[in-house]
């Protein structure tokens, strides 16, 4: 069954310190994913897709196909960096799809 | 341009009851999905609806429906309200579905089953 995996919860860092939030994912075809934020009191919005390989408030997500990962990275970590972070992927149940969200993990980021 | 609308904000309903959320999506979007977002489960996916047609379901009891209009707005309908019914309720618009741009969401509509 296609699933998606968030194993932390809740993630703390030092501002300044570089920062991995995990995905795993398990889906039969080639997947698509997506990492969404949502920052405290906003609506949750889209951070990354895969398919651009784009740098987005200085996150970069790599999808390895090989462990099954779309893990999100940040170098430097910032205060304002401090959300809910949820990794999705594309199930292709309908002609267009629709999203499996993981369960989100909490970034806090301490100055 | 507008983002998503979703009316009410805050609703209370007693068990048994039934209500209807609403859905104004980002014009131009075409399709309308649904997500019912709760501490335990997380985010799950209850329909999508495309130029008026459910294109997706996912897996709810029939208590839950939903409809979209010409103009592209949905709603949604639970029936029968149980306590578990307790949630975040967002909607999403995108042009033509889940892939490439991904989806812009609502702000939701919070529903507490008493």
């Known amino acids: 069954a296609q699933r998606v995996t968030q194993p932390e919860k809740l993630l703390s860092v030092f501002k300044g310190a570089p920062v991995e939030l995990k995905c795993n994912y398990s889906?039969?075809?080639?997947?698509?994913l997506f990492w969404y934020v949502q920052y405290s009191r906003q609506r949750l919005q889209l951070l990354l897709r895969h398919i651009s390989r784009e740098s987005i408030k200085g996150f970069t997500a790599d999808l390895n196909k090989g462990e099954t990962s779309f893990h999100l990275k940040k170098p430097f970590a910032q205060e304002e960096d401090s959300a809910m972070y949820y990794c999705?992927?594309?199930?292709?149940?309908?002609?267009?799809?629709?999203?499996?969200f993981g369960k989100g993990t909490k970034l806090s980021v301490k100055p | 341009k507008a983002g998503v609308t979703q009316t009410p904000r805050y609703l209370i309903k007693t068990r048994g009851q039934q209500v209807t959320l609403s859905c104004s999506p980002i014009s131009g979007h075409r399709s309308v999905s649904w997500y019912q977002q709760t501490p335990g489960q997380g985010l799950q996916f209850l329909f999508e609806?495309?130029?008026?047609?459910?294109?997706n379901k996912g897996n709810f009891p029939g208590r839950f429906s939903g409809r979209q209009f010409s103009n592209s707005r949905s709603e949604m309908n639970v029936s029968t309200l149980e306590l578990g019914d307790s949630a975040l309720y967002l909607c999403?618009?995108?042009?033509?579905?889940?892939?490439?741009?991904?989806?812009?969401f609502g702000s939701g509509t919070r529903l507490t089953v008493v």
């Open positions: 609806y495309f130029s008026e047609t459910q294109r």
């Open positions: 889906y039969s075809g080639s997947p698509e």
């Open positions: 999403a618009s995108s042009r033509t579905g889940a892939t490439n741009y991904g989806y812009t």
């Open positions: 999705a992927l594309v199930n292709y149940g309908g002609s267009q799809g629709n999203l499996i």
